[in-house]
T-cell receptor
Framework: AQSVTQLDSHVSVSEGTPVLLRCNYS??????LFWYVQHPNKGLQLLLK??????LVKGINGFEAEFKKSETSFHLTKPSAHMSDAAEYFCVVTLLAGGYNKLIFGAGTRLAVHP | DTEVTQTPKHLVMGMTNKKSLKCEQH?????MYWYKQKAKKPPELMFV???????INESVPSRFSPECPNSSLLNLHLHALQPEDSALYLCASSQDQWENRAGYTFGSGTRLTVV
């Protein structure tokens, strides 16, 4: 069965330093994986997606993620954090069940960026 | 147009009131979704509409009543809600209910407070 584990509930970085948000997944078949970002009191915005093409995926706002099948990981990175990156980040895998593709959300990682 | 628009952005209602949430998209998507999100939690699926028909009801109480008048509109009618129903209600859409590569497009949500 598909599941997603976000390994850190909170991550705190200084502005200008690298960001690493960790995600491990479990899937019985080749998954589609996504990272969404949610700023306070806002909806979810798609950052990037992996759908079995290139394993290194580039997204918006300088974010990247690498799909590693051997490690069942899909970690999100950014070389240099901005204050505007402070938000909640969700790692998501799709599950085909009940006749539709369901989004399986991780618990979320709250990213804090300090000056 | 690549957005999902939700109105109102904020809603305060009494437990005896009847109100409706509205969601609109003009991307030609044929699947639309309602999610409920409590503070510091990932979104939880409530309903799935596919080609304007209710496809999935995730055991949601009958005080929540969805409606899909046409392929661009999705409503959520609210009646006799409880304070614990206070949450952010998110609408989303996707190409169709079998889509697992493009991800969903989410609206900004309606912040509902039941008093």
């Amino acid at each position: 069965a598909q599941s997603v584990t976000q390994l850190d509930s909170h991550v705190s970085v200084s502005e200008g330093t690298p960001v690493l948000l960790r995600c491990n997944y479990s899937s019985s078949y080749s998954p589609s994986l996504f990272w969404y970002v949610q700023h306070p009191n806002k909806g979810l915005q798609l950052l990037l997606k992996y759908t079995s093409a290139a394993t290194l995926v580039k997204g918006i706002n300088g974010f990247e993620a690498e799909f590693k099948k051997s490690e069942t990981s899909f970690h999100l990175t950014k070389p240099s954090a901005h204050m505007s990156d402070a938000a909640e980040y969700f790692c998501v895998v799709t599950l085909l069940a009940g006749g539709y593709n369901k989004l399986i959300f991780g618990a979320g990682t709250r990213l804090a960026v300090h000056p | 147009d690549t957005e999902v628009t939700q109105t109102p952005k904020h809603l305060v209602m009494g437990m005896t009131n009847k109100k409706s949430l509205k969601c609109e998209q003009h991307m030609g998507h044929r699947a639309m979704y309602w999610y409920k999100q409590k503070a510091k939690k990932p979104p939880e699926l409530m309903f799935v509409y596919s080609y304007e028909k209710l496809s999935i009801n995730e055991s949601v109480p009958s005080r929540f009543s969805p409606e899909c008048p046409n392929s661009s509109l999705l409503n959520l009618h609210l009646h006799a809600l409880q304070p614990e129903d206070s949450a952010l209600y998110l609408c989303a859409s996707s190409q169709d209910q079998w889509e697992n590569r493009a991800g969903y497009t989410f609206g900004s949500g309606t912040r509902l407070t039941v008093v």
